[in-house]
């Protein structure tokens, strides 16, 4: 069973950065589309970015020209790089694969942003 592990997060300031990581366990990441999972406060949880393991990505609207995912499957570790953070971003970050049946889940990456 792969195990998923986010680090990064924080407290940031309207219009700062973050870098999140998110290192599995297990050889199947290399082969596995990934993504970036946001569960606002309140909200469900969902895609803000996905990266195959070519490097082919997907951004939702709302982090277009913000966020930058990539990844390094030698290192089995993915990557989200948030800029210009707002109010909106704030939430836990979660990563896993694309498609059903998901890895479980960890305890995720705590991203605040304060206006």
């Known amino acids: 069973q792969v195990q998923l592990v986010e680090s990064g997060g924080g407290l940031v300031q309207a219009g700062g950065s973050l870098r999140l990581s998110c290192l599995a366990s297990?050889?199947?990441?290399?082969?596995?589309?990934m993504a970036w999972y946001l569960q606002a406060p309140g909200k469900q949880r969902e895609v803000v970015a996905s990266?195959?393991?070519?490097?082919?990505?997907w951004y939702a609207d709302s982090v277009v020209d913000r966020f930058t995912i990539s990844r390094d499957n030698a290192k089995n570790t993915m990557y989200l790089q948030m800029n210009s953070l707002n109010s909106g971003d704030t939430g836990v970050y979660y990563c896993?694969?694309?498609?059903?049946?998901?890895?479980?889940w960890g305890q995720g990456a705590q991203v605040t942003v304060s206006s």
């Open positions: 297990g050889s199947d990441f290399g082969i596995t589309r």
């Open positions: 896993n694969k694309v498609f059903s049946p998901q890895w479980a």
């Open positions: 990266i195959t393991p070519f490097g082919n990505i």
